[in-house]
């Protein structure tokens, strides 16, 4: 009975890792175009207004007007980048759910995981049980929870017994409309609340640290970088980070840009060095995940997040704490809030700043090749990816699962 109790359930969490697997192949390349984008777009912003003689248009602005300057070159790649980088989540949950239960699915799916990235639905969600959560979202840990949620449900609408007349609009009426409201409140209500309620507390808690130990701080703030990548607790570290360098307070923006550098660079060296770990489509997105990385996009690490995330997240926590930590030890600071290597001469050292990034890196990279086993040994009926020096070729475009 325990022998049969066992395998069912690792039968489950191998039909879950294959549907994590769908949305994440298909969310890749908005992460890739977004990504792009967005780094493309500052690396134009920061350049100088003449190059060579000719007039870069655009150029001359910062990394943190780049969305103000509206109608510029920068202005367009960075919206175009940003709405990428917006819709990834939604379509993380999306396919999510339409692996789960196929095409009435995938609309539930997508409007709900859309729905808690909004901050104006978390933050009445918190104000329901009187906290406030401005700015939070629930990140792709909340898309990846409502993904499932509408692919189970609409998955179980799909068993129902029904006349033949109501049976024809069934998988385009009748399972998405009822899926999604069933579980609305549901996910607003059971993601909105906790997430105000950590967002307070983890805010509370920041602004108590201020003074304290420095390597601690860091720590804290690499860490928190890492733990959600884009999601609430990210958020509290980087609104942390900017409020103080309002302040005239530059180190602790020094961890949070750092510690939100490191996984998706950690993560791409860990699929470049072990691409074994990895779904052979990884290896595209470790090839994206570098220019993110360097661009302070955090979001490059997401894929990886979510194919793995009881691996990875710690992987990269790990990493960035670290790299937070040695930071705010050595006295590093960064007074601009966004750009990544784009800024880095902002720093009041250079070589230390990227001295964190490469420690951190290093740390990511080998935590998650020692704590991953092969991927074909994880997911039934995927091929082991070949190596660079296997094949005489990289494996993208090869297709595991």
């Known amino acids: 009975m325990n022998d049969r109790v066992a395998n069912r359930l690792r039968t489950h969490l191998t039909s879950v890792k294959e549907d994590l697997m769908t949305g994440v192949s298909f969310m890749i390349p908005f992460v890739t175009i977004g990504g792009i984008c967005l780094a ?3 690396m134009v ?4 207004e003449t190059v060579l003689g000719i007039t870069v248009p655009g150029a001359g602005a910062t990394t943190e007007t780049v969305f103000e300057d509206t109608g510029t070159l920068p202005w367009y790649l960075a919206q175009i980048g940003d709405l990428g980088l917006t819709m990834m989540i939604p379509v993380l949950g999306g396919y999510i759910a339409y692996a789960i239960a196929d095409k009435p699915g995938l609309a539930p799916g997508f409007i709900l995981s859309w729905a808690i990235q909004q901050e104006a639905i978390i933050e009445a969600a918190g104000l329901v049980i009187g906290f406030e959560a401005e700015g939070a979202t629930a990140g792709f840990l909340g898309a990846i929870v409502a993904g499932l949620l509408a692919g189970y449900v609409a998955r179980w609408m799909k068993g129902w017994t029904v006349p033949s007349v109501v049976s024809q609009m069934m998988p385009i009426l009748v399972i998405p409309v009822f899926t999604t409201l069933l579980l609305a409140p549901i996910v607003i209500l059971g993601l909105g609340v906790p997430i105000a309620i950590l967002d307070d507390a983890l805010t509370s808690a920041l602004e108590g640290m201020q003074g304290s130990n420095a390597i601690l701080l860091g720590a804290i703030l690499g860490g928190m970088m890492a733990v959600d990548m884009g999601g609430p607790i990210n958020k509290v570290a980087y609104v942390f980070g900017t409020v103080l360098v309002g ?5 602790p923006m020094a961890a949070v840009m750092i510690g939100g550098m490191v996984p998706p660079l950690g993560l791409a060296l860990s699929n470049f060095i072990a691409p074994q770990k990895y779904a052979a489509e990884m290896y595209e997105n470790a090839k994206a995940a570098v220019p993110l990385g360097l661009a302070f996009i955090t979001e490059g690490a ?9 691996r990875v997240i710690p992987s990269a926590a790990v990493g960035s704490a670290t790299a937070g930590a040695a930071a705010l ?3 590093v600071t960064m007074p601009a809030p966004h750009g990544g290597i784009f800024v880095m001469f902002l720093s009041n050292s250079l070589w230390l700043f990227l001295g964190c990034i490469a420690l951190g890196t290093a740390i990511t990279a080998t935590v998650a090749t020692l704590i991953k086993p092969d991927y074909h040994e994880r997911v039934a009926g995927a091929k082991p990816a070949k190596s660079v020096t296997d094949s005489g070729q990289t494996n993208a475009g090869q297709i595991n699962d």
């Open 247 to 251: 302040e005239q307070i530059f180190a």
């Open 45 to 48: 912003a920061e350049l100088p």
């Open 302 to 310: 997401i894929p990886y997040a979510a194919a793995d995330p009881l």
């Open 329 to 331: 030890w050595l006295g």
């Open 40 to 42: 493309l777009a500052f």
